[in-house]
């Protein structure tokens, strides 16, 4: 009895003011689609961090001889100056010593997880299979490149403490991590994120003004009624309750719009459609699980902030 | 049923309170007729009883409850026990005569059975037997308040307010309209009427309370509307 009369309230409600319900869906479920991949875009960067941590590594390039060559050259000319060539090369070419010291160092350090040592010649056949078709691969000679020392690490996050250990010591080049260059790429997705983010804030407050005016302008013209249900002493929930079921009903739709965005987002833009996980190998993108552990968190929220703004908006309304 | 104590009652924006220092008792299954010109606080007195304005000074009373100390999620428990009825009807333009009715029930949670059996019998109470479905727009006035009152009394309330239902009635339908109450006041409902109506209130010689400038007046058991106007 009191379920149906309240629902044809709702009903009546949501259709008296079908442009402003149509503003309010709207607006609820873009803020929402972008709460949702917001939460999608940090959780893919922190998979992506993993995965790309795992695979980077530090590399310790030692000095060969055309490195001590040119440390030397650079020494003469500017007096001393660090100027052109690496300083630490400049007492000649990594020794044998050097590297097993270099070695068993890393070793020693619990934060190492692996060590590989690379010599020059096999620096070279690698460098020729990655870029041997191109015109520069034929100029460079096994002499040019460096033996280097591969290491990976237990915490990647860590990678600083092996950095700040190696770099500067005599017969190393230089201590170059890969994390340093993904990090700059992550700084970038996380600005974008952070821009999802507030592009969000906005959206849901333009949301949530939208209800509150709905509401108010749903209250107004069933004044008439609700005047009616006061003097025959309805209460004030009771009086409330379809007004707020309303908000929350368009808050529902909204939200069930941004559920199907980010369904199909995942669908047509990473798994088929423009495929990206297929295109962009290197990445590895979030599957379905993410995506759907997203969706009652939206459709939550689409449900409690509509009904919360059209609460907040009767109070002024309707008193007792 | 109604106690005024020394009951002042001023609105924020204006200098002259609406009422001043009224007592007054009202017992179970009286008639009384409210008089006074317009602005002498008629509204206020009525709004009081229905707990729709707070008293600035003094005590209400309303079926034996201290207004004042009462919370504002009780009020609408408290209002189930009153009927009220308007010179505009209020009603429901887009629901039937029935529905109208109904409406009353609905909204306080009444089983459907009850409504089902309860609205026909208030509408053969107030002389619309037959008429259940019609719609408001396609009865005369006189019609309309009977529905307002079918639904003011179709909770069958301890107390009926009657804020001018006869102001817009010609003279003979004014007249079936106050047998209606009457016969309403008979069943032991109390009825508190503020009209403008001389005519009505000479003929039926009940109890009239006449405010003037928010004062009480005039307190006379058998009286007559008693100033020109």
Excluded at chain 1, 136 to 153: H, Y
Excluded at chain 2, 72 to 95: A, E, I, Y
Aim: net charge positive; hydrophobic share 45%.
């Amino acid at each position: 009895m009191r379920a149906q009369f309240v629902m044809s309230e709702i009903g009546v409600g949501l259709r008296r003011n079908l442009t402003m319900t149509f503003a309010v869906i709207i607006s609820v479920a873009l803020s929402l689609a972008l709460f949702g991949g917001s939460l999608l875009m940090s959780e893919q960067v922190g998979r992506m961090k993993g995965y790309w941590y795992d695979k980077a590594n530090v590399s310790i390039y030692l000095c060969n001889k055309q490195d001590a060559q040119e440390a030397g050259e650079a020494a003469a000319s500017s007096a001393g100056g660090g100027a052109g060539g690496v300083a630490t090369c400049r007492k000649g070419a990594v020794t044998e010593e050097q590297k097993k010291q270099i070695e068993s160092e890393l070793k020693a350090m619990s934060l190492v997880k692996s060590v590989t040592y690379e010599s020059a010649d096999e620096a070279y056949k690698h460098y020729q299979e990655q870029y041997g078709h191109t015109a520069l691969a034929s100029s460079i000679t096994p002499d040019q490149m460096q033996e280097s020392f591969r290491v990976k690490l237990k915490n990647p996050e860590k990678y600083k403490v092996v950095t700040s250990a190696f770099a500067g010591r005599d017969g190393i080049h230089t201590v170059d991590d890969q994390r340093q260059a993904i990090d700059d790429l992550f700084r970038i997705l996380n600005y974008l994120n952070m821009a999802a983010v507030g592009i969000m804030a906005i959206m849901l407050i333009v949301a949530l003004l939208l209800i509150v005016n709905t509401v108010r302008v749903s209250a107004f013209s069933r004044r008439r009624e609700t005047g009616i249900m006061r003097l025959v002493g309805a209460s004030s929930f009771y009086i409330q309750v379809p007004f707020i079921m309303e908000a929350a009903v368009a808050g529902l739709i909204g939200a069930l719009f941004a559920c199907a965005m980010l369904v199909s987002g995942q669908y047509f833009v990473i798994d088929h459609g423009v495929g990206l996980r297929d295109k962009i190998q290197l990445i590895d993108f979030m599957g379905w699980g993410s995506v759907l552990a997203k969706l009652p968190y939206v459709l939550f929220i689409g449900l409690l902030m509509p009904s919360m703004a059209a609460f907040i908006a009767l109070r002024k309304y309707l008193k007792v | 049923m109604i106690r005024f104590d020394s009951v002042s009652k001023s609105y924020p924006k204006q200098s002259r309170p609406a009422l001043r220092e009224v007592s007054l008792d009202i017992a179970k299954g009286e008639f009384v007729f409210l008089v006074g010109s317009s602005g002498s606080g008629k509204s206020t007195f009525l709004r009081l009883i229905l707990r729709e304005e707070r008293a600035s000074h003094g005590q209400v009373h309303v079926l034996g409850k201290d207004l004042a100390k009462l919370s504002n999620w009780k009020v609408p428990q408290m209002r189930r026990q009153l009927g009220t009825v308007f010179q505009d009807f209020r009603l429901l333009p887009n629901k039937t005569v029935a529905e109208n009715v109904a409406f009353a029930q609905e909204v306080i949670g009444k089983p459907r059975g009850e409504i089902r059996k309860a609205v026909p019998q208030v509408l053969e109470l107030v002389g619309l037997g037959g008429k259940e479905e019609r719609m408001p727009g396609e009865l005369s006035g006189g019609e309309q308040q009977r529905v307002a009152i079918a639904r003011a009394f179709v909770n069958r309330p301890a107390l009926l307010i009657a804020d001018e239902p006869t102001g817009n009635l010609d003279p003979q339908t004014s007249v079936g309209i106050m047998k209606l109450l009457d016969r309403i006041n008979r069943t032991g409902t109390t009825v508190i009427m503020a009209t403008h109506d001389q005519q009505i209130v000479d003929q039926m010689r009940k109890r009239v309370i006449e405010l003037e400038q928010g004062r009480l007046v005039r307190d006379q058991s058998r009286g007559v509307y008693g100033y020109q106007h």
